[in-house]
């Protein structure tokens, strides 16, 4: 089993940056791929930005890509969202999750809150 704990929200200014934070646990993190989705009040839950195991290669939703960085670091289990010029549009919870290659099941964190203020 793995859990995922996401740290780093916070209220912030439009234009700052927050670096988000997802610990996991388990044996066989190094092999999952990694993400990050965010959801809004009154509004379906998107994907932002996902990373492979390897940490090689990366995708970004079109609303975020050139603010938004995610990496990871497999010796921490750990997988980053660096967030930068933040809009008020990104404000939500932000989810992260996490793919086994074995069971092929989708592990979620709790969420971690995440406001900008224009």
């Known amino acids: 089993q793995v859990q995922l704990v996401e740290s780093g929200g916070g209220l912030v200014q439009a234009g700052g940056s927050l670096r988000l934070s997802c610990a996991a646990s388990g044996r066989t993190f190094s092999s999952y791929g990694m993400g990050w989705f965010r959801q809004a009040p009154g509004k379906e839950r998107e994907f932002v930005a996902t990373?492979?195991?390897?940490?090689?290669?990366?995708i970004y939703a079109d609303s975020v890509k050139g603010r938004f960085i995610i990496f990871r670091d497999n010796a921490k289990n750990t997988v980053y969202l660096q967030m930068n010029s933040l809009k008020p549009e990104d404000t939500a919870v932000y989810y992260c999750y996490a793919d086994s290659p074995v069971s092929r099941y989708r592990y979620w964190g709790q969420g971690t809150q995440v406001t900008v203020s224009s």
């Open positions: 990373i492979r195991w390897s940490g090689g290669d990366t």
